[in-house]
């Protein structure tokens, strides 16, 4: 049974940063994908950011591009998504995502493991 845990939301102002923590059980993390995404009240869920098996490969929506970054530490069986510079239209509950596949998919449809969210707000 695959397990994904999201940690490290939370309040903050706006400039601020935040780090988002997904512990992974289940399986062999490092021949998973991982990938962050988003929901706003409201609107649709979006992609964030992904990462390859080795965390040699990312790809990040261009709305956070040069303000997250995302990284995993296989021998911890954790990703993470630091947020820096974070704006009031980052508030949305952050979903992590697991997957088996070779490469790195922005599409949420092409993972198979998802954690339960942790809610982040940015307050102006």
């Known amino acids: 049974q695959v397990r994904l845990v999201e940690s490290g939301g939370g309040l903050v102002q706006a400039g601020g940063s935040l780090r988002l923590s997904c512990a992974v059980s289940?399986?062999?993390?490092?021949?998973?994908?991982m990938g962050w995404f988003r929901q706003a009240p409201g609107k649709e869920r979006e992609f964030v950011a992904t990462?390859?098996?080795?965390?040699?490969?990312?790809i990040y929506a261009d709305s956070v591009k040069g303000r997250f970054t995302i990284s995993r530490d296989n021998a911890k069986n954790t990703v993470y998504l630091q947020m820096n510079s974070l704006k009031s239209e980052d508030t949305a509950v952050y979903y992590c995502?697991?997957?088996?596949?070779?490469?790195?998919?922005?599409?949420?449809?092409?993972?198979?493991?998802w954690g339960q969210g942790t809610q982040v707000t940015v307050s102006s």
């Open positions: 289940g399986h062999t993390f490092s021949n998973y994908i």
């Open positions: 990462i390859g098996w080795s965390g040699d490969s990312t």
């Open positions: 995502a697991a997957d088996p596949r070779r490469y790195i998919t922005a599409r949420g449809d092409n993972y198979n493991y």
